[in-house]
């Protein structure tokens, strides 16, 4: 092919795009700002559905692999009412495979394999050349240029401003994330209360979601309205003052409901912000989005499913671009499919988070009963 190609971030927009491309033995640099793989803790389970993510790990040839590793029985969803009382507890049928969870540094680790990742050189500027090509500058003083730069660089993307102005927005909803280790020894009750997938309970303007995730580890996430300012957000390292704020907010709620805030470890804030629904830019030779760099919505269960199948997607389409001017047009055609599907996800999670964090607890309990398999 002979096109120098570098992707900026290894989560799982620039690691699908690199495996894919790599599977069909184009050099590809992908470049990560993190040290190393174990850097920072990898944040909760991902559901990867048929037809997305599952698809995407197909085109990189890891499909097998996925399901191996993955937790078809952490599809369970149960909902409970503020004081305790179970609304709804649905189970996935033996053998069902829509949206297996998986650990993302499990999903890191899979999609890593023998991709050769240039750890700690996080990207600074990017600048699309006049004759051609792109310059990436690094943190670490280097400079390098390349025919295509892919940013997958997430939600803070420095690979946007090289070609779109848009700017993340807060939505008005913060999550407070908080975990419990060794649920199953240490924690039975708890373990026992969110069963083997997730459990849910909306409350006004509030809920409180937890996730089991691989080897006994509980995510639990306090979600509320809240204006985006330090009193909303103390200082997320004052762990007992976070605890005592959430405990506050939540009051009222099941006993057992609680202990999952007052038995939480540390505590990370998490405000949600999105990019503009229809996000587009003009097409810049060169350059390219994917993942939440191009798309960022509200933590719904699409962003990492889209993320990974724009990235094979994409892939497949460089590694078929042989002729002059086909590296470009390839490019082209994949910012509209990506455009277009985006669209209809960041509309669907966006009307999705309003309706989960809502005035009126029962539109939670609603959507659930449309979207859930019966
Ligand atoms: C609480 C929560 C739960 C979620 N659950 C789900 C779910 O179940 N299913 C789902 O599909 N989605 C889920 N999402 C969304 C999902 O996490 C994201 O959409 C997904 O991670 C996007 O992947 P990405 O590769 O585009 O970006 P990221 O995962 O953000 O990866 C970007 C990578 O780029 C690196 N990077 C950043 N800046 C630079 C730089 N300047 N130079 C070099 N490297 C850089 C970062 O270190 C990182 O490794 C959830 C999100 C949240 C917050």
């Known amino acids: 092919m002979g096109h120098r190609i570098a992707v900026v971030g290894a989560g799982p927009a620039g690691l699908t795009f690199a495996r894919v491309l790599h599977r ?5 640099t ?3 700002r993190d040290p190393a793989p174990d850097a920072r803790p990898p944040g909760g389970a991902l559901d990867l559905h048929q037809g997305l993510g599952q698809l995407a790990l197909e ?9 191996a590793l993955s937790r078809p029985e952490g599809q369970a969803m149960r909902i409970l009412d503020a004081d305790g009382t179970v609304l709804r507890d649905w189970h996935p049928r033996p053998g069902e495979r829509a949206n297996p969870e998986i650990d993302r540094g499990q999903l890191r680790g899979l999609l890593l394999g023998p991709l050769d ?20 500058r690094s943190a670490d003083g280097r400079q390098e240029t390349f025919d295509l730069l892919i940013g997958a660089d997430g939600a803070r993307s420095r690979v946007r401003p090289a070609i779109s102005s848009a700017a993340p927005h807060y939505t008005g909803v913060t999550l407070v994330e908080t975990s419990l280790d060794d649920v199953d020894t240490r924690h039975p009750d708890l373990a026992r209360l969110v069963g083997a997938g997730s459990m849910a309970v909306y409350g006004v303007n509030r809920a409180l979601v937890a996730q089991r995730n691989s080897g006994g580890h509980l995510k639990v996430y306090a979600q509320f309205r809240a204006p985006l300012d330090r009193h909303a957000n103390p200082d997320p390292s004052d762990a007992e003052a976070v605890r005592s704020r959430l ?22 804030h998490r405000p949600l912000h999105v ?14 989005l994917l993942g939440d760099a191009a798309h960022l919505m509200p933590p719904l269960g699409a962003g990492a499913n889209l993320a990974m199948l724009e990235g094979a997607e994409l892939a497949e389409s460089v590694a078929a ?25 960041a509309e669907i999670t966006t009307a999705g988070l309003e309706r989960l964090v809502s005035p009126d607890p029962a539109e939670a ?10």
């Not at 069909?24 to 590809?28: A, G, I, L, Q």
């Not at 099941?254 to 202990?259: E, F, K």
């Not at 990019?275 to 390219?288: K, N």
């Not at 910012?335 to 985006?342: F, I, S």
Request: hydrophobic share 50%; glycine share 10%.
């Open 24 to 28: 069909r033995d184009h050099p590809v």
């Open 30 to 32: 992908v470049l990560e």
């Open 59 to 67: 085109k990189a040839g890891l499909l097998a692999q996925f399901q």
């Open 117 to 136: 990742v240039q750890w700690g050189r996080g990207v600074t500027e990017v600048v699309p050349q006049t004759r051609g090509g792109v310059l990436v």
């Open 247 to 268: 405990l506050a907010l939540f009051d009222g709620w099941a006993a057992p409901v609680l202990d999952l805030l007052r038995r939480g470890t540390a505590f990370v």
């Open 275 to 288: 990019l503009p629904v229809s996000h587009t830019w003009a097409h810049v030779p060169g350059v390219t």
């Open 321 to 345: 671009a042989t002729g002059p001017g086909d590296l470009d047009d390839a490019v082209r055609a994949f910012e509209e499919q990506m455009w277009a599907r985006a669209a209809t996800w």
């Open 365 to 374: 309990l609603a959507l659930f009963d449309e979207v859930q398999p019966s």
